[in-house]
């Protein structure tokens, strides 16, 4: 499981680190002081799969951090602010560790997280689920349900989510918003686009038309892994299927 830490103080860094490498299988992929610096990195190439952090810090504090990146990670608060943890479990944080913390402590965290990770997305049908974009230059967080995406469009470091009846604006990038959603209900189709799969009305001569009469075209290095994925939803003769 990759890790990561954010937290302002080193030595709460330092602290943390040392839980982390001396558990079998869990990985620390990075850190950061700087929330702005977290972001970026955890939204990069390598995936993260849980981040501890602090709920106070200069700028964007945990809560705020939490709310715009459960999309990309999973969070646990580290923290010596006891006050904090009601809102804590509002942004959907897998636990709360009170500083200091003993390794006890942090090992029932991490099976908690371990479990969370096991049984979601996956295990939830997509009407039950959504996620949290930071729109607009007031940076504003849009709660978004995933039932409610058509498609989703890239534009350089910015992705597009389209819904039914507006759009939201957001930093991104595709494979990062890929990554996060639930591969059984969206398919990435082209570089430039994913799609909702309750959403497609049909398919035809390399284009896709979802609900909303929108059509997008299917990328040549996308097709193949798409039409197998349509293919497991046809139904198939005795002949083929071996009977």
Not at 35 to 51: H, K, N, R, S
Not at 104 to 133: C, D, T, W
């Amino acid at each position: 499981m990759n890790c990561y830490i954010l937290d302002d103080e080193p030595f709460a860094i330092d602290y943390l680190k040392n839980f982390i490498e001396k558990t079998p299988g869990l990985k620390l992929t990075g850190t950061a002081t700087d929330p702005a610096v977290a972001m970026q990195e955890i939204t990069g190439d390598c995936p993260v799969d849980l981040t501890f952090a602090d709920v106070q810090m200069p700028g964007i504090n945990g809560l705020e951090f939490a709310a715009i990146m459960e999309i990309y990670t999973a969070v646990i608060f580290t923290t010596a602010h006891r006050q904090h943890a009601f809102e804590a479990f509002e942004h959907n944080a897998i636990d709360y560790l009170l500083k200091p913390y003993s390794y006890e402590r942090f090992l029932k965290s991490v099976n908690k997280a371990k479990r969370y990770l096991r049984e979601s997305p996956a295990q939830r049908s997509v009407g039950e689920q959504f996620i949290y974009v930071k729109a607009g230059q007031k940076g504003k967080i849009n709660k978004v349900q995933l039932a409610d995406i058509v498609y989703i469009e890239g534009a350089l470091n910015y992705i597009n989510i389209q819904l039914e009846s507006r759009s939201i604006m957001t930093y991104s990038s595709m494979e990062s918003i890929f990554r996060a959603l639930p591969p059984q209900h969206f398919s990435r189709i082209h570089k430039s686009f994913i799609i909702n799969n309750n959403a497609i009305v049909s398919v035809e001569k390399g284009q896709v038309t979802l609900r909303g009469k929108k059509t997008l075209n299917i990328g040549r290095s996308y097709s193949e892994a798409f039409y197998n994925y349509m293919d497991s939803f046809r139904p198939k003769d005795k002949g083929q299927t071996g009977d």
